[in-house]
């Protein structure tokens, strides 16, 4: 049996690239200080807010559907209440990772990701994870 914390270090591991999504443009924000965060220890930040134009330096997309890249991890920064449907979301394009951050739990979410294969964490933040794993990109 794959525990969390083995599939926190695959997912540190392998991919290169973090959509997320509910960004956010506020610096006071976890939504900007971890993909900040991650972005200066190596990944590759693709925003994801549907009133933004750049965060953390990269140009902000309104929703999954409209980045037009494959799109691998996708890190959660909104209320459990919406992570059903942006596993739906994530599931249509293509995503092959769900990572919703600290305080963030839905049993929906989860039964959409893993029914369709998608590697998948909750509650939990990447900034910690990737600190206690000392996984970096740089």
Do not use: H
């Amino acid at each position: 049996m794959t525990t969390t914390d083995d599939v926190v270090e695959q997912i540190l591991a392998s991919y290169d690239t973090i959509t997320v999504v509910g960004a956010s443009a506020d610096t006071n924000k976890a939504a900007n200080e971890v993909p900040a965060y991650m972005k200066s220890a190596g990944w590759r930040i693709i925003p994801v807010n549907p009133r933004a134009d750049e965060i953390v330096g990269e140009t902000v997309y309104r929703s999954l559907a409209d980045i037009p890249e494959q799109v691998g991890l996708v890190d959660v920064f909104r209320p459990s209440a919406d992570c059903a449907e942006i596993a739906r979301q994530a599931v249509a394009a293509g995503a092959t990772a769900l990572w919703l951050q600290l305080g963030i739990v839905s049993a929906q979410a989860r039964e959409i990701a893993e029914s369709a294969g998608l590697l998948y964490v909750e509650d939990r933040c990447l900034i910690i994870e990737q600190r206690r794993t000392g996984i970096r990109k740089t």
